[in-house]
């Protein structure tokens, strides 16, 4: 059975978001992107789950934006192609999973491996409209995965507990941080990735859902202060606590 | 056709609060979208939850009932969820952000369902004309977003502890749905749940949480703040980096690729302060922060600091509060 992993490419975690001229958008400027982290975790099942299954393993970034050398990071990993489906404007998980479901298609079977959502938007939903669109199972914010025969048993971290959940493959897994430990690529597999094959292709991307009205930075916290050094300061801070913000 | 469906959660017969704050926020946004307020139930004998949605003040409830339905599955919820929707003929849709409601909230927009526009975990709505305008944080809160729908359907996902759960009561019929699929047919479920460690509050629903990070030193030395959180009936959280080491387990992360949260006091112990820890608990109403470093950046949005050694100041704060109590 195949595997698919998607991609998405995102600002740096330690990015500061500044608002671009439209303020609509972020300023790109000075920002550097990377693999969002959740789908390094899916990634790396995705690479069990070639290894455990065999099949080809294909990775796939919808963007508008070249990703060459992050794509090669995953080819180095593991990933036996990528694909890049280029679109000339952004979009959200309603159009990148209906450009990603019509280019899986022909490769079903195969499980599909995303992250639980992408930093940039934190919509965290793509998986599971790709399932929809695919009519496969789909199993959100997995932290934990084990593949069987035709199966597989997930974890999912819930308020206040966790969840087993038993799916039939082929299924979409999205992954949540520390599911496994990703692996690094070798100095030997980075330079084999060069050879492996890495398509852009150009598709035209759906009409969005939802139009931006406004993009803004929150509002900053109003300025705090140092209530002082020590066990000295604990009383005039419960004092605080109680009577200025009534928190306690 | 307008209206407007809330898809409720229940866990044991419970409607979950944070569905509450969906639905008193769907009855507030009543005449805005015009048509009805339905309430919408899934599970396995939930007559009970069923009953207190037609005493909310909601227009009608629908339930769906069966064995099948009693742990959650992504296709079976959303089935029924988008056959529901469909039926009462919603132009809106509102979920609760929780972890189940944010699953189904994006499955019933796909495109193989409502084909909806989806605004997850909205933190205000607004209207404008006859229009909804959602306001939801991106970028782990580093900004804030608004959208409006430019399709047929709007989803909405809202975030748990936001929005006023008051409700102005009333007495809708229930009336009883039968699951678009065959018993039976579902290929990926829920199996079982367990509760997660001594029964301890989780850090995205508690009302306080006493976070601690690497300034703990050891495992161990994470005493004094179980200790705190205890003392305070808080949640324990975690930097990243005491996660990252074992100190912690995950679930207790906050921050960019942990939890968000925004309780009304928040407690950072030992920890620097990192963009992606903010991320996270910046929206908290009070933050408070013990810090050995006069210079760590987690003073910046702090409104009280104590500069000290947390373990000396927090068993201190500990028997401060327990002499009030
Ligand atoms: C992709 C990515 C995602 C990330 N996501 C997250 C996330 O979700 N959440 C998160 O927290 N981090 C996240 N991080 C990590 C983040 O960048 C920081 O590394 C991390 O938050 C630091 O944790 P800390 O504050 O516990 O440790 P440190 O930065 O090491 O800070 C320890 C602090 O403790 C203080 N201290 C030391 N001893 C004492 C003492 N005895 N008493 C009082 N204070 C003391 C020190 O002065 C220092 O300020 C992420 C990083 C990346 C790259």
Redesign the interface.
Known sequence: MNAICCIARVPDTATRIKIGPNGKSIDPEGVQYVINPFDEFALEAAIQHKEAKGGELVVMYVGQDDFAKDLRQCLAKGADKAIHLKIDGPLGPQGISSLLAEKIRPLMPASVFCGKQAVDGDVGGMGVMLAGLLDVPAVSKVSSLELKDDTAVATREIEGGVETIDASLPCVFTFEKGANEPRRAGLKEIMAAKKKPLEVEEVSAPAPKLSVESLELPPPRPEGRIVGEGTEAVAELVLLLREESKVI | MPGICVITEQRGGEVKRASLEALAEALRKKSTVGGDVTAVVLGHEIGEAAAALAASGADQVVAFDRADLA?????GH?ACAAQAVRDAGASVVFVAA???G??L???I?????L???????CTAIDTDGGDL?AT????????????????ETFVLSLRPNIFDATLPGGSASVTTATPPFDEGS???????????TK????V??AD?VVSGGRGAGSPEGFAPIEALAEA?DAAVGASRAV?DLGWRP??E?VG???KVVSP??YVAAGISG???HL?GM??S????AINKD?AAPI???????????LH??LP??KD??LA?A
């Open positions: 742990l959650y599955s992504s296709e959303c929780t972890i189940q944010r699953d909230a994006a499955a927009s796909g495109g193989a369902a084909d909806a526009g989806y605004a997850a975990d305008v939801r944080p991106v970028f782990a809160g580093k900004a804030i977003i608004k959208v409006r729908c430019t399709a579902l290929r990926a479920r829920v199996t079982g749940i367990a509760a997660s029964g301890r509050k989780d995205a629903e306080i305070l996660v995950h679930a992360q960019q690729t942990g009304k006091l990192a963009i992606q991320a910046r929206t109403k009070v933050i408070v006069p003073f910046k949005v702090a409104d009280y600091g104590i500069v000290g050694d000396e100041v201190a704060l401060a509060l009030l």
